[in-house]
């Protein structure tokens, strides 16, 4: 491919020819792209492709991914790869064929079957992330890469899903297997039947404007757009190492110049300015090289991640590069697939060239592999040097041009490396190590070993002395190895950072890892409990089944029907609220946030910023013209813009009003605030009780019980907040969705109104999770006392405190946890209290199961601390409390079947998911393996639920062909209510569901109508539809008894004057009524590093008689997932001093991927169970499978709990901040009399707490592991 001429870059997009180039457009405007905008703005605002989405902008969530057809500049060989359109440039597109999901299917030339399987089997929810899924399959199956469950996982783990839990979204991908079984390709013909596959792009059907169709662009249409580009001129594309270098030497002292590959770096590090050049490396024959020799491997820079993968693997079993294998494992955890194709090794080394601390794994693998780099000057002299000195090269005028790894014999040599992550997938390390030791066969250390780490330290490589200890000594002798650890712990010394690990944690790992070497050098050498502890933990490719019974006298309700918005998410046809196209003269905004958490603004000065070209003004609290209040929940008040106190870092100052997102950024960055009376931040719920004068802490001085016969525990328990990050259709999904988008469209109108244009406030990722809150973080404290023969309880008191953040708005919120504390108990005289407090965190919100998740947890961790202090079986002792058939619940009343329902639940549960045998098994399994332990554990949740809301309904046929279309009140966020509404309208009317479509909700239908929440959405919209539809049916009745076809009825009704359009405001309906749930969940942790795996989840769920089988299944499983995230991986961290929310983007804030999901899921709704108050006999399955998840923390906590059992403690786990340390208060609970004793508090009493998020760092500090432990014999 030839170089551009004249500073133009020409690609392809969906077949149409592109070109950017300096100067003006073709249509003579003034140039739309600069030198950084991204393939992905550029798609979206240039060429109208929203199909397209965008949302973390730095490579981690998928949602942008698109196919590009790069021509290999060294082979000439074009590859098929998905990329991040968000990260690569435009100009560095070169050449390039982009395809998008736009162009691949859609409803005119029929979908792809990577579209339309995923609609079909229900792989979408708030379909935000489909379209990069659906492009992330389409790449794998267009690159000629053989299509297996394996490759399929892999291909995705760049794509987060936070509705649906994966397990819909991996089925529909793994049909494309080739060897599918019957099962398979019955459903396979089924959705073709239904989705007819269409073309794809690649072959032009002619039907874009241009071809002779309507539309947009489409493949082989001769047109070519044209855009010009202010920034056109900074961009060189050399096609040689010798003019590359040439261009380095060109370019002046004073500017800088960046070399561009993969650009997937500013996803890791945001570059601080623009350089004033840039060197795209793509089209630079030498750097793309790949040489092998008997003796060694070159590889080119620019060569990417992914192809050293393939070159890796092919390599691995040719002698002499066996170590290739464990090196590709590595990089398959390095980022992921988008990444990984777009992002080169050398890129990765200059990350840590520059940045010391990055944890880089490629460094550490060629530094380990013994590696030498080839760098040229701008003079092109080349040098060598080993990938370790880089670190201490001065690379400025240079460029790496390759690494030569040599071959390693396998005879003598093992090469062992790790990486461990706080998340299965896509997660940087926590610690990462390379080992290479030189072994004989009486494993004698005959030279001096390797050993390096990253994640320790920025200048912290090698551990010199350990590896200088461990020369000439035998790996079979205890004392080597206590020696070796010894002398690690003294070297390895972890920086602090807040946002990191704790140093404790990661000095703990990496002395673990070195053990785990050893361990696995030696195998069969060490005693058989000791082996597995030399394994790796890995994530086996997941499956999962689906059961529910489904009554066909009931279709189409009652039926398993895909969603209907499906087909349209997974082909980019649904519009979001950010793709509605830009009006004229709009302008955008960006926020001015606080960088302080407590204290006032003194003075904000906006003079830099407003010289800023194409600034249009600075927006503030001074120019509301109404009232400075978002909020609508009673008498708090959370203001728009800060009027002058500051209540949290991050909080709104203003708005900057611009022409361009990179103009109002750059001006935001250059308002100067300057502030007084600043105050320490208050950032925990226990900071907070301490400002009010209150105790902090909960653990009081000693056990107040005399009883005979009665064990008393006391404890609590910690869950933290939870962010969700999706955007989803009409305004928010599971979370956030109530109060927040208030805050961004009233901002966005004070703009509007002041500048007198329209704005655009769209947010990025970071000022999402500084400006806005998340889930309220919980803490639990209880006392309680049980029978210690049978388990009952026999007084409890448990108080749950929830952090509002910043304002209250959301404190009710415990209230909802005591309507599930009591759970399926008999709570009789149980004390329970539930309050919050204020801290100088952003206001916190609703999401998912508020309130009720923390209720459940609460309670079930006072279940798991009794059972363990009466040494008694954990459900044994939960079904001591079961409620009876004549327990009257305090919300949920209690019908004559609940119990029923509950204990076949039971039942089925324990006989069909063989729990018995199980725990059996896994006891036995714990008691042989030291290093590796199992736990199961069981969860049950009653949900109460009230139909509170009012969901006004409008109901309309149409007279020419008998359609129907509905909008109701509720919004259809991903939950499936507009489904369940067509299920139910068609149901009513009696007429296929294909008649009917249900509109978007409208504030002149719905004018008054309640918010979509608490599960109660669907069931409210479809009760209020049914009555619409009854009404209708009444007025039909008479033209229905002459015996017509629907479309004559309703002609004829309407001819005769009959109104075809009913509405029908639904009231609340005031009778509670109890959802049912059981999780069982089985979890196996690696003990010495941390990391867990659920091996087996299954999932109960009572959906009554269910309106909608499939997207119930949905419910649940997608529910799991995120209950999941909330309790064992999601932290908030902050900056204890400053109060900036450290963990504020998708580099450091992991929401589950498709990895962590249970490798065995199975999920059922328990057979088709009455609900006399529900819509057709159905019940709400919206949050109640989320308070299950309780389950996965409590197995962890088990499995931490048999861990410690080996090294001697036998304490319930706990590991709270307060574990360690001697509280200088004691502690005392108000009214309940919890009191400070003489003895204060101690460490021994309480033991230890595993508080929720359960992170990899938190389980393997519980398990208090020291180095002594680490034996062989
Ligand atoms: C979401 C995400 C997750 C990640 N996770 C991990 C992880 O777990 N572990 C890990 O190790 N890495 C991780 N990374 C880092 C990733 O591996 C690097 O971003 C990638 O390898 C950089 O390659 P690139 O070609 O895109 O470099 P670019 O972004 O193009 O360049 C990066 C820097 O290197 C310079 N440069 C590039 N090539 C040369 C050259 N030949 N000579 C001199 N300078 C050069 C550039 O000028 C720039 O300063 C992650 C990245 C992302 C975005
Ligand atoms: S927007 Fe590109 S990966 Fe998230
Ligand atoms: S369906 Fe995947 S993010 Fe909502």
Known sequence: ?????????????????????????????????????????????????????????????????????????????????????????????????????????????????????????????????????????????????????????????????????????????????????????????????????????????????????????????????????????????????????????????????????????????????????????????????????????????????????????????????????????????????????????????????????????????????????????????????????????????????????????????????????????????????????????????????????????????????????????????????????????????????????????????????????????????????????????????????????????????????PKLEAQAQTSGEAKYTGDEPAEPDELVAVYVQTTIANGQVASVDTSAALAVPGVAGYVSAADIAGVNNICSYGDTVEELFTSGQVLYYGQAVGLIVADTYSAARTAAGLVKITYTDVQPPVLTIKDALKKQGGSATAAPAAKTTTKQGVRQVIGEFSIGGQINMSVRRLGGGYGSKLQHPSRVASAAAVAALTVNKPVRLVLDIRTNMTLLGGRLPYLIQYQAEADETTGKISSLQIKFTADAGAVGYAADDTSLALDTVTNVYEAEGWQTEGTAVLTNTASNTWCRAPGTVQGVSGIECVMDHLAHELGMDPWALRQANFFGPDTKFRKGGNRATDYDVFMQMVTEMFSEADIDARKAEIAQFNQDNRWRKRALSLVPVRWPILLFARYPTIVSIYKDDGTVAVSTGGVEMGQGLNTKVAQVCAKVLGIPLELVSVKPNMNIINPNGDSTGGSVGSDMSSLATKAACEEMNERLAPFKAEGRAWADVVKRAFNLGVNLTAYHYQKPILTPYNIFALAAVELEMDVLTGQYRLNRTDLYEDAGQSLSPAIDIGQCEGAFIMGMGLHMGEENRYDTETGRKLTDSSWNYYVPSSKDIPTDFRVKLIKNNDNPIGIFNSKATGEPPLCTTYAAISALRQAVAEARKDAGHTDWTQLGEWGWQLGEWGWQLGEWGWQLGERGWQLGEWGWQLDAPGTVEKAQTACQLSPEMFVIS
């Open 1 to 561: 491919m030839a170089a551009p001429k004249g500073k133009m870059v020409s690609f392809t997009i969906d077949g149409q020819q592109h070109q950017v180039s300096v100067g003006a457009a073709s249509d003579g405007s003034t140039a739309p792209v600069t030198a950084s905008t991204s393939l992905a703005d550029y798609l979206r605002d240039q060429c109208g492709l929203r199909g397209t989405k965008v949302m973390c902008r730095g490579g981690m969530c998928g949602a942008c991914v698109v196919t590009a057809r790069v021509t290999d500049p060294a082979t000439g060989q074009t590859e098929v790869r998905a990329v991040n359109s968000c990260l690569a440039p435009v100009h560095n597109c070169q050449g390039w064929q982009i395809e998008t999901v736009q162009a691949i299917g859609d409803r005119k030339a029929g979908y792809h079957p990577a579209q339309s399987r995923l609609a079909q089997m229900n792989g979408t929810q708030c379909g935000y992330c489909s379209p990069g899924m659906v492009m992330s399959m389409y790449s794998l199956l267009e690159s000629g890469e053989a299509v297996t469950p394996q490759s399929v996982e892999q291909h995705l783990d760049g794509n987060l899903c936070r509705c649906t839990g994966y397990r819909p979204i991996l089925d529909a991908f793994k049909t494309f297997v080739p060897e599918a079984d019957e099962k398979t390709q019955q459903i396979i013909k089924d959705i073709e039947d239904v989705a007819p596959s269409g073309s794809k792009a690649g072959s032009c059907a002619k039907k874009c404007s241009v071809g002779g169709g309507g539309g947009g662009g489409c493949v082989g249409c001769p047109r070519t757009a044209r855009l010009a580009s202010d920034g056109a001129e900074k961009w060189s594309y050399p096609t040689s190492l010798a003019e590359l270098c040439a261009i380095i030497k060109a370019n002046p002292a004073d500017k800088t110049l960046k070399l561009v590959r993969g650009n997937t770096g500013t996803g890791v590090y945001h570059d601080a300015g623009q350089p004033d050049g840039y060197v795209s490396l793509l089209k630079v024959p030498e750097l793309s090289q790949v040489t092998q020799t008997a003796s060694a491997l070159t590889l080119g820079a620019a060569v990417s991640l992914s192809r050293v993968i393939e070159e890796f693997q092919k390599l691995s079993s040719t002698a002499g590069f066996g170590h290739f294998s464990d090196m590709a494992s590595h990089l398959l955890l390095v980022a992921n697939t988008p990444v990984r194709n777009a992002g080169s090794w050398a890129g990765n080394l200059m990350l840590k060239q520059t940045h010391g601390d990055f944890p880089s794994d490629v460094f550490l693998l060629l530094a380990a592999a013994g590696g030498r780099l080839q760098i040229a000057d701008e003079d092109a002299a080349t040098t060598e040097i080993p990938v370790e000195q880089l670190l201490s090269e001065d690379m400025a005028r240079k460029v790496i041009v390759s690494v030569t790894l040599p071959t390693l014999d396998e005879t003598k040599y093992v090469f062992k490396s790790y990486k461990i992550t706080p998340r299965a997938i896509s997660a940087h390390a926590y610690v990462n190590a390379a080992f290479v030791l030189p072994l004989d066969a009486s494993f004698t250390v005959v030279e001096k070993p390797t050993l390096l780490f990253g994640g320790i330290s920025a200048d912290f490589v090698h551990a010199a002395n350990t590896e200088a200890f461990l020369e000439g000594r035998s790996l079979t002798d205890e004392q080597t190895v206590q020696g070796a650890l010894a002398a690690l712990q003294a070297e390895v010394v972890p920086t602090p950072d807040p946002a990191e690990a704790d140093p404790a944690y990661r000095r703990s790992l990496a002395c673990a890892l070195l053990y785990k070497v050893v361990l696995r050098v030696l195998g069969d050498q060490v005693p058989a409990p000791l082996r597995s502890g030399g394994e790796d933990l890995t994530h086996p490719v997941s499956s999962g089944t689906q059961q529910f019974d489904t009554d066909q006298t009931l279709w189409p309700v009652n039926k398993a029907v």
